[in-house]
């Protein structure tokens, strides 16, 4: 099982892409950041609303230099035939991202997301750093939807404390004051929760 702080699992599959089915590897891709999102069916309920959202998003993928790849036990074929069916017609336009193909669901087996019992794949969101580590997981059952802005929200949280020896507090979002760890916040961390503000004392 795939997990924060541990390396991400190769995938190399069979994938559909605005009209193209083709072997692809998340390897070749040279975006910094990925953002792996697993989802249990084509022709289902609340998956098209997810990846209508997820497409919706692409600009805010794109700024923050995210190759995003969706996932699902279908075959390229029947991505295919959901795109030009139903995706297309939510979202005015050819879903962007690659849809691969996990049809006896060992990619899912690999991030621990594969459910023997429905033989599909759950709702799992991995974020992955340039170094290839998972930095974020998230893992819901299949009749709830993801909020993409959160995933996002993550994305810039995670990006921050990468480039800054800071981190991030409940709800931070760009603009916002994060935290500096060490010895003299322990304890002050009320001073940022109820005024707003770090004193330079414990900043």
Known sequence: MSIVGSATPEIS????????????DLKN???PWKLIYFYPGDFTFVCPTELAELASKKCDFDELGVDVFVISVDSPYVHKAWDDAELSKMINTSFPYPMISDQNGTIGKKFGVYDENTRVNLRGAFIVDPDNIIQAVTILSSVVGRNVSEIIRQIQALQYVRENNEVCPASWKPGDKALVPGADLVGSVYHYWKIGTISDEGA
């Not at 599959?13 to 692809?24: T, W």
């Open 29 to 31: 891709f040279k975006r």
């Open 13 to 24: 599959a069979m994938a559909y892409l605005e009209g193209k089915i083709e072997m692809i």
